[in-house]
């Protein structure tokens, strides 16, 4: 008996986040998160001015299949290609790989002054910023982000947490970067310094994958078992019922 109130308990403390949230702070990580625009990116480009007709060439609708498509914002949207470019209106090439949402704002801006009276306002929004949460968590899929910033938290919440097999101190997070090169990291959601970790904020296409803990291995593997041996019991009882029916025919 006290075998087992002790594994409990154990088990039980690797179950709460953040456990030792009191001995850190988390006042660190001050500095507001900002997505990097990355190659293969889909961007919204929406440029206004107090001359509509000023702006209107900056907002063509191109239906391209490699290049601007259309989009609801009233802009366009353009693919981000593999040397970080977008072909943009009237301006030719752009190169937007690293910058964030207001760095691209900024210097598109700057670029299209020289054409304006007065100076145009750009907006530029991630399209297609999404996360995907694998393994032992309730509803595992692919999610959208609208608002480009979400946290492992926020992301877990959306797939709707981990099951109680979850190993939260060894949750896997898959990222590619721009050039290529993927990474792989684990990260123990147990202890409160995780906030001022480097990947709390999950990047676009992250992918996030909770392994399953050795209870849920070992319930796998006595589920498997019980499936094999049902099926070996069924399959004798209906041999030894053809035999009987043979015999009785005889």
Known sequence: MMSVAVAGCASHKKIPYMMDSGVVDVSEGKNLYDARIMPKDLLSITVSSVDPAAAAPYNMDVRVSEGPSSSSSGGSTYLVDNEGNILFPVLG???LEGMTKPEAEKYITERLKPSFKEPPIVNVRLVNYKVSVLGEVNRPGTFVVANEKINLFEALALAGDMTIYGKRDNVKLLREGSDGAKSIVTLDLNKSEIVNSPYF????????????NKAKARNADVSQSTSLWISFTSAIISLANLVVTIVRLN
Do not use: C, K
């Open 93 to 95: 090439v752009l190169h």
């Open 201 to 212: 904020y999950m990047q676009q296409n992250d992918v996030l994958y909770v392994e399953p």
